[in-house]
Structure formats: structure tokens, C-alpha cells
């Protein structure tokens, strides 16, 4: 147990009982509990394994290469369809902690098992993000505009591509795209 984390498992939220399971759980697997994030997270010789988060509508066990695991119980999700890596196990209710510790406990063995075979999760890369139309006039009008965007790192690259294809609607991504030109020019990424 790390005491700078005990504040995370005394606040009054909706979680509590279900974070307290997690806890005891996750430091019978001899994982570092450290504080990450603002997040209790366990660490094998400092290398993210597994994380305690909170939401509205449920909490989760967040295991950082969790795309690597089997998934032999059907649980693990992908919070969104741009995560790449990391996979989540939900919890509403502290009952469910209980019903499923035991494949908890196999999980974290596993995800423990792929950080010691250095495993690597595959990633997509930003050339393989679709680029929409739109920025894509923007970049031919303006050889200033392409330099700099083709600067950037590509995570702040994959930032604006992911934002502006969010948008549904074609003067939507325009709007979005003309909102972060100054932005892109300036060398910044979508969340500097």
C-alpha cells in the first residue's frame, strides 16, 4: 500500500466499495501501487501494467496494454474506437468485483506476463489516419499551412486528424479545421 494514494480510495464517490476490492485484488499480485494521473496505478519496474479509474457511469480497471491480452471471459473494452493500446474491465456494482476475481487475478497475471516479454502494442501510424478533404484543400492552398502541419510530432498530427474527422458534417470539419490553423502554424498541437 502507498499512502499517497489512500486519498483516491477515501473519497465519498459511487465507487467506493468497488475501488476498495479492486485494491485488495490488484496488491495481491505484488505490483508497486504508485499515483499516476491522479489515479492509483500498478507498475512493474516502473512500467504501467494496470490503473483505477472513475467515471459517471461506471469505474474500471484500465490495463495499459491491454490489446495484447487474450480475453477468454469477454470483458475487456475499448473505450473508443481511436484507443489503440489500453482495454477496460467495468464495474457497477462491488458484487461484480467478487464474481469475476478470480480471472481479475488472471488478467493481471497476463498483462504482467506481456510487460516482461516486451511485448509492444502495434500502432497504427498517422500516414494510415484518413485525412479529410477539407484540410486536405487547406494544405494544397497553403505550402506555410503544410509545412508546419507535416512539423508537427505525429501524436499532435494524429490529434487534429482524429478532431476535425470527427465532425459528421463537411462545414463542421471546415469550421473545426479554420479554428486551429493559427494553432497548427504556430507549432501547437490540438491540446497546447
Given amino acids: 500500500m502507498n499512502p499517497k494514494v489512500d486519498w483516491f480510495f477515501e473519497k465519498d464517490t459511487p465507487w467506493r466499495a468497488v ?5 485488495t485484488i490488484l496488491l495481491s499480485s505484488g505490483l508497486t501501487e504508485e499515483l499516476k494521473w491522479g489515479c492509483p496505478c ?14 459517471k457511469e461506471y469505474c474500471a480497471l484500465l490495463f495499459h496494454k491491454g490489446a495484447l491480452l487474450r480475453d477468454p ?3 475487456l473494452v475499448q473505450q473508443t474506437e481511436n484507443v489503440q493500446s489500453a482495454r477496460q474491465i467495468r464495474f ?20 504482467v506476463e506481456v510487460e516482461r516479454a516486451g511485448q509492444k502494442v502495434q500502432r497504427k501510424q498517422t500516414a494510415d489516419l ?4 477539407e484540410f486536405t484543400r487547406k494544405l494544397e492552398a ?4 503544410r509545412e508546419a502541419f507535416f512539423a508537427l510530432t505525429p501524436g499532435r498530427q494524429r ?6 474527422s470527427a465532425a459528421k458534417q463537411s462545414k463542421t470539419r471546415a469550421a473545426r479545421i479554420d ?10 498541437g490540438l491540446e497546447d
Fill in 19 to 23: 475501488y476498495a476490492e479492486l485494491r
Fill in 42 to 55: 500498478y507498475t512493474l519496474h516502473g512500467a504501467n501494467i494496470v490503473l483505477i479509474h472513475g467515471f
Fill in 73 to 75: 471471459e469477454g470483458i
Fill in 92 to 111: 457497477r456494482h462491488p458484487g461484480e468485483v467478487l464474481q469475476i476475481a478470480n480471472a481479475l487475478k488472471a488478467y493481471v497475471e497476463e498483462a
Fill in 130 to 133: 484518413p485525412m479529410p478533404e
Fill in 142 to 145: 497553403s505550402p506555410a499551412l
Fill in 159 to 164: 490529434g487534429y486528424l482524429l478532431h476535425f
Fill in 179 to 188: 479554428r486551429n490553423l493559427e494553432r497548427i502554424l504556430a507549432g501547437l
